[in-house]
């Protein structure tokens, strides 16, 4: 399994597009944190920290009225976190276990922007980050958004800096040069990783042992 992450207009999503079209399982944290939020265990956690007032006459979750309790808070945004997060990272792990144990994928990644914020990093084989210069994410927020360039800017600082993600990155798409370019280097990625992964199922097979003993056979017996 393999994590893919990237900030706000990096191009995260574009890579995740193309890697899906190649035949890979993506895992989608946004979609799975969406779907969570009706779960009644999760609903059931909210309601007893955040009360009443949060949910509708017909038991359905207010989120914009959570939104707006919980986001002014940074104790109450790491206690919504502490709720929901467990409940993502359990659906992420079994939707990539049972696309890696259906043998149909090449490869199968978790696409999430809070994959080493979130600590699910460590569940990773590996950690994929696309990153783009900053000048070029806030003119793409700017154009996407309709938001001013301060507003732009500090979206991208509320997030976690690309220097630090770095750190936990094995793979770096740079996402500076535009789409298609964007698309050859996924392609790229995309061949590396499953030719490291096709020669270390190799290396260590019981009939990789087998086929070098027989050739060093050969290569002896050449030689006498």
């Known amino acids: ?10 191009g995260k999503s574009t890579v995740t597009a193309r890697l899906s079209s190649l035949g890979a399982f993506v895992a ?11 779960d009644p265990k999760v609903l059931s956690r909210i309601r007893e920290e955040f009360g ?9 979750l207010l989120r914009t009225e959570l939104a707006l309790r919980v986001f002014s808070s940074e104790a109450r945004t790491q206690l919504l976190n502490s709720i929901t997060h467990p409940a993502i990272a359990e659906r992420l792990l079994e939707m990539a276990s049972e696309a890696e ?29 696309v990153t783009a210069d900053t000048s070029l994410r806030i003119r793409r927020i700017m154009d996407r958004d309709g938001l001013s ?3 732009a800017k500090a979206r991208i600082e509320r997030q976690m800096p690309d220097e ?5 990155a094995d793979t770096v798409i740079e996402n500076d040069s535009g789409i298609p ?7 790229a990625a995309f061949r590396r990783e499953i030719e490291a992964r096709d020669r270390a199922q190799y290396e260590g097979s019981p009939d990789n042992d087998t086929y070098i003993d027989e050739i060093n056979g050969v290569y002896e017996e050449e030689e006498r």
């Open 52 to 60: 009443g007032s949060v949910f509708a006459e017909d038991g359905g």
């Open 164 to 168: 630090d993600k770095l750190r936990y």
């Open 28 to 38: 989608d944290a946004d979609k799975v944190s969406r779907e969570i939020m009706s």
């Open 1 to 10: 399994m393999i994590g893919l992450t990237g900030g706000i207009a990096s």
């Open 181 to 187: 370019e964007l698309i050859e280097k996924t392609d």
């Open 101 to 129: 144990k259906s043998g149909e994928y090449p490869l199968v990644f978790v696409d999430a922007a809070l994959l080493i914020e979130s600590g699910f990093y460590k569940y990773c084989d590996s950690v994929w980050l």
């Open 149 to 151: 360039y301060d507003e």
